[in-house]
């Protein structure tokens, strides 16, 4: 059996296996125990990376590269004077995630949440490089940034991650759409801020568009997927997580028996919801179906890129496969927070298949 790494990049606010936090609390298991260790037990080669809890795709992208790779954290000349910040980063040399990264490597990325967006990044700049990074510092330019690396990502999956961008944030900046109106239990209101609070952006001067809340913006991540093509020689699978029931008005209602209370606020408002993004992209009722933070529309797949829904008789390269949806809210597939899920079984059949691939 030829070696695949499989590399759990985290979602917004979230960590890794570099960060402290992780030991007393993993973020991929949570009270479950440590999903890594129960993986690595069964034979397979897995490690949770740690990018910026807030950062853009671009900077988690090349965060993630430079643990994988075991190098400094390069942003590139171009991004980091475009975006008045610093343009070296955490150095990984010596402790990178995984003990080699050569032309033998083949990755399995998979994107939790906004980490989505990061593993689709970093495969387009592994297989096609950056030319304008390589117009603005030829001669120090970071391996990230030439491509020609497409042949070590073996396969992406996505896992709730807000692909064509995620409503909870375009319906706060809709004037037609007044979120006061709604009546929602105190409880629910004061939880939701619990949530908020880890999401803040933290002002460095840096631009606002280098931000994760920015590219999770419809027209934003419209813009990113514009940007990221599906590779032909790589694997694609997606899964979306859906905690609503449809209501006899069309509108979708959180299952409060599986959405956690900090999630239920925003997945009403969601379920409500429909309106027309600046760039006039058309959200209608389609999309009120949603995880408490995540479209479940949004989270199957880039719209417009070759999809199909998943067939483990007919699993095909350069095409979207979409997993049955997961019935769970948005933390549910890193084993939930006060309400607790356990997805081992899942993640045990979802690398087993991707292994059966080689």
Known sequence: MNHLTF???????????????YARIPYWGMRNGDLMEKLRKQGYDC????????????????????????????????HSLQNNHKRYGPDFTGRGL????????????????????????????????????????????????KGGMASRIFAIVTLAAPTNGTVSYDMYK????????????????VLSRMMSMGTKMKTDGRSENDYANYDMEIDHAMALNRRIRTLENTYYFSAACTSTV?????????????TEGMFAKSSVLMGKYKGITANGMVIDETW????????????????????????????QKGIWNILPDYHGDHGSLQGGFAIRHDPSLFYEQLLEMIIRLR
């Not at 949770?48 to 590139?76: F, M």
């Not at 809709?174 to 209101?189: E, G, I, N, V």
């Not at 006899?248 to 599986?258: C, R």
Request: charged share 25%; net charge negative; aromatic share 10%.
């Open 7 to 21: 590399v759990f990049c985290h979602g917004l606010s979230g960590w890794g296996e570099y960060d402290r936090q």
């Open 47 to 78: 490690h949770a990376a740690s990018v910026s809890p807030t950062g853009s795709a671009w900077d988690r992208a090349c965060e993630l590269y430079a643990q994988i790779a075991g190098v400094r954290t390069d942003y590139g000349k171009a």
């Open 98 to 145: 995984i003990p080699f990264w050569n032309e033998n490597t083949k990755l399995v990325l998979l994107g939790q949440s906004f980490d989505g967006a990061t593993v689709r990044l970093l495969s387009q700049l592994l297989t096609d490089g950056c030319e304008e990074e390589q117009k603005a510092a030829p001669e120090e330019l970071s391996d990230l940034f």
């Open 174 to 189: 809709d004037p037609a759409f007044d979120t006061s109106k709604f009546d929602l239990p105190l409880k629910y209101r």
């Open 246 to 258: 449809w209501q006899a008005d069309g509108t979708a209602y959180p299952d409060l028996d599986i």
């Open 288 to 315: 009120r179906e949603n995880d408490g933070l995540v479209n479940a529309v949004s989270a199957r797949a880039p719209i417009g890129a070759p999809q199909k829904p998943f067939d483990r008789n007919d699993i």
